[in-house]
């Protein structure tokens, strides 16, 4: 069975820093492009950023650019996103989703999701 | 970057209704346009990709059609189990925008 599993969600000061995990199982993780998702509270969806397998191109939305940092560990079946300078705006539950193909990126598999809560 | 629309943005039907969303890309995006349903509480699910296909699982009463920059979701003889909000997103080119989702009730 396909499983998506995040952590690293939590409450942060503005400014600060945080870095999700998602652990993959049950699939050949280095085959399948990679996304994360978040939904702001009481929001609709939006797409962050996204990896290809190889993890040699990333894509991001412009509000992250320069503050976000999606990358992959392939040996260990595991994604991440590092997160930076947060703003209150970054508040939302994110969303490890797992593309269609190495280089498609609409999402078959959803995670659980985890929580960021950007507040003093 | 493209941008995504959707129509309406709420409706409301009765059990068995035939319900039509639209979407809307601000420009052309081909075929590569998926659907999701999302529960309150819980993460989305997809229902179609590539405008038509529909996903291994989902009830055949969902179907998908257009390409380029207008399409739509249909579903055919409303259930209480389809109570949700819909969002389609393009993925052919990014950012692999989503649309603003339309919420469907009963």
């Known amino acids: 069975e396909v499983e998506l599993l995040e952590s690293g969600g939590g409450l942060v000061q503005p400014g600060g820093s945080l870095r999700l995990s998602c652990a993959a199982s049950?699939?050949?993780?280095?085959?399948?492009?990679m996304n994360w998702v978040r939904q702001a509270p009481g929001k609709g969806l939006a797409w962050v950023t996204a990896l290809t397998g190889a993890g040699n191109r990333a894509y991001y939305t412009d509000s992250v650019k320069g503050r976000f940092t999606i990358s992959r560990d392939n040996s260990k079946n595991t994604l991440y996103l590092q997160m930076n300078s947060l703003t209150a705006d970054d508040t939302a539950v994110y969303y490890c989703a797992k593309g269609r193909g190495s280089g498609t990126y609409y999402v078959d598999v959803w995670g659980e999701g985890t929580t960021v809560t950007v507040s003093s | 970057d493209i941008q995504m629309t959707q129509s309406p943005s709420s409706l409301s039907a009765s059990v068995g209704d035939r319900v039509t969303i639209t979407c809307r890309a601000s420009?052309?995006?081909?075929?590569?346009l998926a659907w999701y349903q999302q529960k309150p509480g819980k993460a989305p699910v997809l229902l179609m990709y590539d405008a038509f296909n529909l996903q291994s699982g989902v009830p055949s009463r969902f179907s998908g059609s257009g390409s380029g920059t207008d399409f739509t979701l249909t579903i055919n003889s409303l259930q209480p189990d389809d109570v949700a909000t819909y969002y389609c997103?393009?993925?052919?080119?990014?950012?692999?925008?989503f649309g603003p989702g339309t919420k469907v009730d009963i």
């Open positions: 420009q052309g995006i081909s075929k590569y």
């Open positions: 049950g699939f050949t993780f280095s085959s399948f492009a």
């Open positions: 997103q393009n993925y052919y080119i990014a950012p692999f925008t």
